[in-house]
């Protein structure tokens, strides 16, 4: 397909709250919503396998409990109206086969969903299909045995980012309006930054919760993903809500999170540091593009500063804490299920089973100490900027790359290193698109928030986004 291709629909055209505010005055209806969601599928799969699993006739289905369901939420902020939107393979779907991209459950089929994904069926969502993950979410590169490789609509030869590379996919094509994600180590943010779109890693329980398994657990957290800030604050808001199944899961706040970015930000203060003291390697290139999105940002307004907290022992504690993950959960599946794990994967569970208490116990303290830092600093500043990821996309073959500026990239992991400080501390993150390569292949810029700063993020993110322009420019054709 070419890029100045004219078959994409032109409801796919549009953005998710125009599509939304066309739907809740009956301009639209939600069957040519879902046609037009349909319709763009078939067009561009082929040449991107983003959304491998089609559930057409339980979203048509579902359109009949529409009215029902409105008479009960159509009046909150998140209220989607019956919008087409796309769930990522690691979140069941009661009904749709569900695999978490790994062969021993390439046949599994749940019959109660997450309850995220129920949230959001109840507020309007109409769930069109389930988007390609890497297998257990674990990688920077989507790809698994039982899908294949979701490729870079940009360019189909290179990768799209992971872990919800099926979901940033899905956007920047036009399948879909909103597409949902989840986050450990990048895995909303490299995606988004790797094909032009928008992703948040909210506050740990700001969009549901942890694990089933480990409810408790708040490293990696689900979050929206959208082609434009606002429609991922629109996406936000449909998904805050606290659930008694979710222990961690937070209330919806008073004000909107639309509301929030509506209002304009005028003067952002904004720190940014190109390695984070260091701590992670970046291409010359990649840094350019960044310096010259902020300068776009100052010249509207923005401030920024040069600026970065004390980071000792991210590494140590981040690591240790995603060991704990992989030891509560994947170590915990059926050998049958765990036999057909890839390589990169039974390492992250032998890492995590053989811990020592006294890390666990040193990771606990250190994170602390990492997050009153952050939390000090983001005082004299409204966000910290970093780049998401440090180079350019990678061939689609390649799992993960083997350095970066030089930097040797020891295993799948350490070329995300960018990603560790929001996990580690709990802090909002979000990438937004700043600009493209050479190769003409976008770049997104890393925003971090203070605790609990979804707003505040968002507006900034917005600001930026409207400073560079790069959103406007999707969906595209598959080049």
């Known amino acids: 397909m070419g890029k100045d291709s004219n078959i994409i629909p032109e409801l796919c055209r549009l953005t998710a ?29 082929p040449a991107v396998n983003a959304m491998p699993t089609v559930c057409r006739s339980r979203a048509e289905k579902s359109l009949g409990t529409l009215e029902q369901r409105a008479s009960e939420s159509a009046g909150e902020p998140g209220w989607l109206a019956g919008l087409p939107i796309g769930i990522k393979d690691l979140s069941p779907v009661a009904g749709v086969r569900t695999t978490w991209g790994t062969t021993g459950l390439k046949d599994f089929v749940p019959t109660i969903s997450d309850p995220l994904v129920e949230r959001l069926e109840q507020r309007g969502g109409t769930i069109i299909g389930k988007t390609n993950t890497p297998e257990m979410g674990a990688g920077g590169n989507t790809f698994n045995d039982i899908f294949g490789m979701t490729r870079n609509p940009w360019d189909n030869s290179k990768n799209a980012g992971g872990s919800s590379g099926g979901a940033a996919v899905s956007l920047a094509t036009g399948e879909v309006w909103l597409s949902h994600g989840s986050d450990l180590a990048g895995s909303l943010r490299t995606p988004a930054a790797y094909c032009g779109v928008v992703g948040l890693r909210p506050t740990p329980g700001r969009a549901g919760g942890g694990p089933a398994p480990a409810a408790f657990e708040i490293e990696g957290v689900q979050g929206p993903m959208a082609r434009n800030v606002l429609d991922c604050a629109l996406f936000l808001d449909a998904m805050a809500g606290f659930d008694p199944r979710q222990p961690i899961s937070l209330e919806a706040p008073a004000r909107s999170f639309q509301d929030a970015v509506l209002q304009d930000c005028i003067r952002p203060r904004i720190a940014y540091s190109a390695d984070l003291n260091g701590f992670a390697s970046v291409e010359p290139e990649i840094e350019t593009i960044m310096r010259s999105g902020l300068a776009k940002a100052m010249s509207d307004g923005a401030e920024v500063d040069e600026g970065c907290p004390p980071l000792d022992d991210l590494e140590r504690t981040y690591m240790t804490l995603r060991g704990m993950l992989y030891g509560a959960v994947n170590a915990r599946y059926p050998e049958e299920v765990q036999k057909h794990f890839k390589a990169t994967l039974k390492e992250n569970i032998k890492f995590g089973k053989q811990l020592d208490i006294e890390d666990v116990y040193d990771a606990q303290r250190n994170r602390t100490t990492l997050y009153h830092a952050m939390r000090s600093f983001l005082s004299e500043f409204d966000v910290l900027a970093c780049p998401v990821v440090g180079l350019e996309q990678g061939p689609v073959e390649e799992e993960y790359p083997g ?39 976008p770049v997104g810029i890393q925003l971090i928030g203070p605790p609990r700063g979804e707003a505040k993020l968002l507006s900034v993110a917005r600001f930026i986004e409207r400073s560079v322009g790069i959103t406007e420019q999707l969906p595209i054709d598959p080049r």
């Open 17 to 45: 709250h125009q599509m939304v505010d066309l739907l809740k005055n009956g301009e639209v209806s939600p069957a040519e919503a879902l046609n037009a969601s349909i319709t763009r599928i078939e067009q561009v799969e």
């Open 403 to 441: 350095s970066v500026d030089g930097a040797a990239i020891n295993d799948y992991i350490d070329w995300l290193r960018f990603s560790f400080l929001s996990t580690t501390t709990s802090l909002p993150s979000i990438s937004v698109p700043i600009g493209f390569t050479k190769s003409r292949m």
